[in-house]
């Protein structure tokens, strides 16, 4: 059975070359995926035509959708939602909405993205606002989800739980990990510290079986590979990931303008340049790009702005996967079922 995505082609900072890129590898790597690419079909044409390997067959899988507007990175949300119903964006997800895609990547305005998302496609029950979380690099080489990163600044007790049970479901089903462990993100692992709904939601998990909660976790331990899901509020989110992804970019500069001082560190790194790249490899954000919009009716996924075309396949090979799981679905069941339990205890 084929699995349709629709790509907001006109979103990412680099242009529709880059989703077009991205898509053609994609549907290298899943012979049942289709892609809708929506966007001024001009410009994606051009982006066709300059691929050094056209895949006829490939081809074959993607559909170009005219748009005669692109929602501006700087846009208000409330803007958007009123005015940009022809957007690239909005078109990509009408077709979720309407049920002719299951899965829409886009790497444009984040703010309107989710105001679209939850205007067209809608929430499942008992989510308000959906949470925003992606994967990060930890020891051994794992990865952890960190989840609100910015769609909800502000959380009480209640939406933490949310995020957590919703954090732990998707690395279950989509990850395969057996029993995903679960930590909230504190100032401190004591019971006493952090603020008032942090100190609630550590109570309601710590009374809620079928979910392997850890207690509390502090910044560093983010990274150690002991935790799978780490829940916060939107604005502490949202400045770990943005750090996160500065100190990794600054390591990899300071590694090889290091290696680059002199001759004898030249040579040095000329035969280190094999263990180089694979660790350039490994904390490279691109490699994780791909945000989940969890908790939607449909499967949305949102890239990074900057991301290249390696970027947008790994963002379409996240979609696709939930797609594959039919993540919506179990979010929606397992989240009644939670939330019972909750209630009655």
């Known amino acids: ?14 242009g529709p070359r880059a989703t077009v890129l991205g898509s053609i590898r994609a549907l290298n790597a899943f012979s049942q995926l289709e892609i ?41 949300p409330s803007s958007v939602l009123r005015g940009s119903s022809d957007s690239s964006m909005a078109m990509a997800l009408r077709q979720v909405a309407d049920g002719r895609a299951q899965a829409c990547v886009s790497a444009g305005n984040t703010g309107a993205l989710m105001a679209l998302s939850r205007s067209l496609i809608g929430t499942v029950s008992g989510i ?16 952890c989800y960190l989840l609100d990163l910015g769609a909800n600044v502000e959380a009480d007790a209640a939406r933490l739980v949310d995020f957590a049970l ?8 989509v990850d395969a990990l057996k029993s995903p462990r679960v930590a909230l993100l504190n100032v401190g692992v004591e019971g006493s510290k952090g603020t008032a709904s942090v100190r609630e939601a550590n109570v309601l998990l710590s009374r809620l079986s079928g979910i392997n909660y850890r207690g509390f976790v502090e910044g560093n331990g983010i990274f150690t590979g002991e935790v799978d899901v780490v829940v916060c509020d939107g604005f502490v989110g949202n400045a770990v990931l943005k750090a996160s992804e500065g100190l990794a970019m600054m390591l990899i500069d300071r590694v090889q ?17 094999p263990a180089l790249r694979r660790l350039k490899n490994q904390l490279d954000p691109v490699r994780y790009n791909g945000a989940s919009l969890l908790g939607l009716k449909g499967i949305v996924v949102k890239s990074h702005g900057s991301a290249d075309a390696t970027g947008f396949f790994h963002a379409i090979s996240r979609a696709f996967r939930e797609v594959d799981q039919a ?8 989240l009644d079922e939670r939330r019972s339990v909750i209630t009655l205890s």
């Open 1 to 14: 059975m084929p699995v349709k995505i629709a790509l907001d082609a006109m979103g990412g900072d680099l």
């Open 257 to 273: 303008s290091t290696f680059e001082a002199h001759w004898g560190s030249r040579i040095v790194g000329a035969l280190a340049r």
């Open 36 to 76: 809708q690419l929506f966007g001024q079909r001009q410009e994606l044409e051009t982006a066709l035509q300059a691929l050094p390997n056209r895949s006829s067959a490939n081809l074959a899988r993607l559909s170009l959708i005219h748009s005669s507007s692109v929602v501006a990175e700087g846009a208000k």
């Open 166 to 173: 919703m954090g732990e479901i998707m690395a279950r089903r």
């Open 327 to 334: 993540l919506p679905q179990y979010l929606a069941q397992e």
């Open 128 to 143: 308000s606002r959906p949470a925003i979380s992606t994967a990060i690099p930890t020891r051994g080489g794992g990865r």
